[in-house]
Structures are given as structure tokens and as C-alpha cells.
């Protein structure tokens, strides 16, 4: 089974520019996650979706950041305009059965994103 | 708010020594509590969870953990540590509202040295 497809794997953009990450889920899993994880911090959730719904989004700086899903796969993240804290790794991750607690969640690598 | 805390950032053990991760949690009603890895410039791999049952829990990788309600406590174990275990380990627990989603410790560094 294919895991959790991310890209790009690294960014480097400058201050006040935009930038966008994508993420492929495993097939057939309805709920995909965007977690930030800044350096020496654990993973911090930004956005979950349910197909192509939103379900939280509480946690999400609107006045930068965005979040799409499409068709209920594919997804997409994107800062703009960047700011130097942004700097971090972005985790998106897929998980079944988003109503019943306790299913693990599959995590892609990540991308990278420097801002100078 | 459902919360764990890694008590530890880094910890330090000789290969073929056994070794524990520190998690304690902070979490109303029955936990669900996870232990995930993440080696350098990686996602994080799921390597065992506490639903229910038996408080030593068995997952990959030869990694084990015991839940603990008394002491609040979910602590990582594996009897003989690998140099190849040497990683960033997080704790992890569902996140107030119910589903999957979860909130993560702060991480454990462990390195394992020969």
C-alpha cells in the first residue's frame, strides 16, 4: 500500500513570497491532517478535513494560511505571505474512520520550509 | 484540554541496555494514548497504542509500553536498545472534540550509543 505522498520535500523562499504543499493521502482514507512542526517542538495540528469538508480549522492563521481539498484526495497548503516563524517542517497526514477515536494516523515525510 | 508531557528532552543509553521514554498524560474520560517515531528528516511512523485491555502494550520494532492509571503515566520500553533506535519519539493523545486528530508531546531525543 502506498503511503502518504508530499511535496516539495524542501522550500526556501523569502519573506512576503508564497508558497504551496501538496499531499496525496493513502487511498481510501477520508480524513487528512496538516500538522506544523517547528524545530524542537511536536507536531501542531493546522487543519483536519473529512473528504472535502472541514471539520477544524480553529488552529489555522486564516490571514496567511490556507487550505484546499478537493474531490475529497488530494490537498493543498499555502502561506502567502511567508513569515520567518512559518520556517518549518509541514506534516500532512490520512487516517479511516475519522468518528471512531483510536485509529492511527499515516504520516507522509514532510516538507521543508526555510524563510529567509 | 486532553494534554502528555515528555518530561525528558533527550535521553542517553548504551546499546544492549534497556531503555524508557517518559510520557504522563492529562486526559478526561477513558485515554488513547500513542507512541510515535521519527527518524531524521522523516514523518512520523506510528509504533504502538492504548486502547483498552492489557496495560502492556506491544508494537513495533520490538517497543512496548505500560499504561499506568494511577501514576497517569505511559511510559516507552524495550529491553535491549539498537544504536539503530536512535531517534525522535513523541507521545501522543486524541485532541479535545473527539476523532483522530491528536496533540503531541514535546518529543524525547534518544540516542543510543555503543
Known amino acids: 500500500e502506498a503511503g502518504v505522498a508530499q511535496s516539495p520535500r524542501y522550500k526556501i523562499i523569502e519573506k512576503r513570497q508564497s508558497v504551496a504543499f501538496w499531499c496525496n493521502p493513502i487511498?481510501?482514507?477520508?480524513?487528512l491532517y496538516w500538522y506544523q512542526q517547528i524545530l524542537g517542538q511536536g507536531p501542531k495540528l493546522l487543519i483536519q478535513?473529512?473528504?472535502?469538508?472541514?471539520?477544524?480549522d480553529s488552529q489555522l492563521p486564516k490571514d496567511r494560511f490556507s487550505a484546499e481539498r478537493l474531490k475529497g484526495v488530494d490537498s493543498t497548503l499555502k502561506i502567502q505571505p511567508a513569515k520567518l516563524e512559518d520556517s518549518a517542517v509541514y506534516l500532512c497526514?490520512?487516517?479511516?474512520?475519522?468518528?471512531?477515536?483510536?485509529?492511527?494516523?499515516?504520516f507522509g515525510e514532510g516538507s521543508r520550509l526555510t524563510v529567509l | 484540554a486532553q494534554s502528555v508531557a515528555q518530561p525528558e528532552d533527550q535521553v542517553n543509553v548504551a546499546e544492549g541496555n534497556p531503555l524508557t521514554v517518559k510520557c504522563t498524560y492529562s486526559?478526561?474520560?477513558?485515554?488513547?494514548l500513542f507512541w510515535y517515531v521519527q527518524y531524521p528528516n522523516r514523518g512520523l511512523q506510528f509504533l504502538l497504542k492504548?486502547?483498552?485491555?492489557?496495560?502492556l502494550v506491544k508494537g513495533s520494532y520490538g517497543f512496548e509500553a505500560e499504561f499506568n492509571k494511577s501514576q497517569t503515566s505511559f511510559h516507552l520500553k524495550k529491553p535491549s536498545a539498537l544504536v539503530s533506535d536512535s531517534a525522535l519519539y513523541f507521545c501522543?493523545?486524541?485532541?479535545?472534540?473527539?476523532?483522530?486528530?491528536?496533540?503531541f508531546g514535546t518529543g524525547t531525543q534518544l540516542k543510543v550509543e555503543l
Open positions: 497526514a490520512s487516517s479511516s474512520l475519522s468518528g471512531k477515536a483510536g485509529r492511527e494516523l499515516f
Open positions: 487511498s481510501g482514507h477520508a480524513t
Open positions: 478535513f473529512q473528504n472535502n469538508g472541514v471539520v477544524d
Open positions: 486526559v478526561s474520560g477513558n485515554p488513547y
Open positions: 492504548y486502547i483498552t485491555g492489557d496495560n
Open positions: 501522543a493523545t486524541p485532541m479535545t472534540g473527539g476523532g483522530n486528530k491528536l496533540t
